[in-house]
């Protein structure tokens, strides 16, 4: 199994400013991934993050507005950048070990 | 493409008896498929998956799915509900990608 952390827990930002979310594996894995859940809403797949490369966006989500980083097999970084409230969401993070899916406890984010 | 659907927003369900979450899905090839459980303010828990194997499996919490590959379903089941099982579940899609396609969710509401 693998146990998933992210930090921040939370936050309130103010719009036009960016947050950096950060997610890190107590193991290594091959694969990691970004996810958003907008209020009320199901799990979105926002992009998965390449250890070592571009992370490969989904549709509907660019590279500028969504960077991502993946130094190793551990630890991987999402920024949203010049927010907006409509990036009010919590964003998950996830990882597959042995064919199962692990998600982080998310981060959820408010932007006035 | 693959695609999950959750007929039902909400589930009521009295204490003691049995429950079912319905889940559908359309995918080309052998589906990998998962369900999830989110408690409010906590993040997502893994219940139990199919990939191959039995068609009925079994997971936490006294859950298990049943694999339906002629109605192409995965409903969830468990024999006798608790109120403790009032949640929002997610039922979802993946392959060898690792990615993952969740269902819009089902609300359970367990009544003492």
């Known amino acids: 199994s693998a146990v998933i952390s992210q930090k921040p827990s939370r936050d309130i930002c103010q719009r036009g400013t960016s947050l950096t979310i950060q997610c890190q594996v107590d193991?290594?894995?091959?694969?990691m991934f970004w996810y958003r859940q907008q209020p009320g809403q199901s799990l979105t797949l926002i992009a998965t993050?390449?250890?070592?490369?571009?992370?490969?966006?989904e549709s509907g989500f660019v590279i500028d507005k969504f960077p991502i980083s993946r130094p190793n097999l551990t630890f991987s970084t999402l920024t949203v950048s010049n927010m907006s409230p409509e990036d009010s969401s919590i964003y998950l993070c996830?990882?597959?070990?042995?064919?199962?899916?692990?998600f982080g406890p998310g981060t959820r984010l408010t932007v006035l | 493409a693959q695609s999950v659907a959750q007929p039902e927003d909400q589930v009521n369900v009295a204490e003691g008896n049995p429950l079912t979450v319905k889940c559908t899905y359309s995918?080309?090839?052998?589906?990998?498929l998962f369900w999830y459980v989110q408690y409010p303010n906590r993040g997502l828990q893994f219940l139990l998956k199919?990939?191959?194997?039995?068609?009925l499996v079994k997971g936490s919490y006294g859950f298990e799915a049943e694999f339906n590959k002629s109605q192409t379903s995965f409903h969830l089941k468990k024999p006798s509900a608790l109120v403790s099982d009032s949640a929002l579940y997610f039922c979802?899609?993946?392959?060898?990608?690792?990615?993952?396609?969740f269902g819009q969710g089902t609300t359970l509401q367990v009544k003492p």
């Open positions: 996830s990882a597959r070990a042995a064919n199962e899916q692990f």
């Open positions: 193991s290594q894995v091959t694969m």
């Open positions: 993050a390449n250890q070592g490369s571009e992370a490969t966006y």
């Open positions: 995918v080309s090839g052998n589906p990998y």
């Open positions: 199919y990939i191959t194997g039995d068609n």
């Open positions: 979802a899609v993946g392959g060898n990608t690792g990615k993952l396609i």
